[in-house]
């Protein structure tokens, strides 16, 4: 059983793989950019813990030393060394996933891991002084809700380690896929590329975003249909990938015009208040967006 464990990052991310990992047993060093975004991070996976308690999917007393699991750290630099697992989980932009992630390398974890949805695998771990140690576990948002896990091999990624990833998916009760490092991956590709057609289609006044959802979830059976998806993933991150992909696969994955200006508005989806749906009042609405 992984035990000993970090995340670097305190987004949404990060809080949720925190609360997962918390929950399964682990011990959590959680660092964000200084101490009191930690503090505000572990305070945030502590209100996940509440409202479950409040559903009754979880006792007080199983939230409160869930919670008192999760420890709140100022810096990389102040982890302990030779730690089971770290997880990177900042935000989606090579140069900055490189950086943290070689400062993680320092502390010699025995699983280096990052948490991203679409950034190659081998392009992060090139300059690792382990590469053997590091590999892709994209986890879903949000994490206590979704329980799968896509696992990425680079090249240089050693079976060991995907052997080790698998027993901290089944430990956290993940049902998982192994995929080898390529754009996108598996998910992340399939699911970018229904988004960015159903924004095109609102773009084209094809239907409303509400329609466009109920499509594919009455159609298809989807949980969820793509633009309130993206909302919940949040359309910065969505923008993020699709650049990323379009320089990888090409203009299929161009970003359309709307999800652009939606992101340079602020306009990111559930955590503002307001992407493709309103969210404000808690129930989300459907706005009438121009392209």
């Known amino acids: ?37 930690a503090v505000a991070a572990r305070e945030k996976v502590a209100a ?26 100022a810096s990389i630099d102040a982890l302990p060394s030779r730690l089971e697992l770290i997880v990177e989980a900042v935000p989606e932009r090579l140069e900055l996933k ?11 974890p025995a699983v280096l891991a990052t948490n991203t949805s679409g950034l ?8 690792l002084p382990n590469p053997e140690g590091f590999i892709g576990l994209h986890f879903f948002n949000p994490v206590w809700a979704v329980p799968f896990v896509e696992i990425v091999m680079g090249q240089r990624t ?7 990833a698998l027993a901290i998916c089944a430990q956290l009760r993940k049902e998982t896929v192994v995929v080898r490092d390529s754009p996108g991956f598996a998910s992340s590709r399939l699911g970018l590329a229904l988004g960015l057609e159903a924004m095109r ?19 298809y059976r989807h949980p969820m249909g793509p633009l309130r998806l993206t909302d919940l993933i949040g359309l910065d991150v969505r923008l993020d990938i699709a650049r990323s992909l379009e320089v990888a696969l090409g ?26 749906y309103d969210w404000t009042s808690g129930t989300p609405v459907a706005r009438a967006l121009e392209p």
Do not use: N, Q, W
């Open 201 to 219: 289609m609102l773009e084209e006044r094809v239907a409303t975003a509400l329609d466009i959802d109920r499509a594919m979830e009455l159609g």
């Open 48 to 73: 996940v813990y509440a409202a479950a308690v409040g559903r009754g999917k979880m006792s007080p007393d199983a939230a409160a030393i869930a919670t008192a699991r999760i420890h709140p750290v």
């Open 251 to 276: 203009p299929r994955f161009t970003p359309p015009r709307i999800l652009v200006a939606l992101v340079e508005a602020g306009d990111l989806g559930k955590k503002t208040g307001r992407g493709f």
């Open 1 to 37: 059983m992984t035990t000993r464990t970090a995340v670097v990052g305190g987004g949404s991310m990060g809080v949720g793989i925190a609360h997962a990992l918390a929950e399964s047993g682990a011990e959590v060093a959680l660092v964000d950019a200084d101490l009191e975004h």
């Open 120 to 127: 190659s695998i081998d392009a992060l771990s090139s300059a």
């Open 158 to 164: 050693a079976d060991e380690t995907r052997r080790e």
């Open 98 to 108: 490189r950086s943290v992630l070689g400062l993680c390398a320092t502390r010699s």
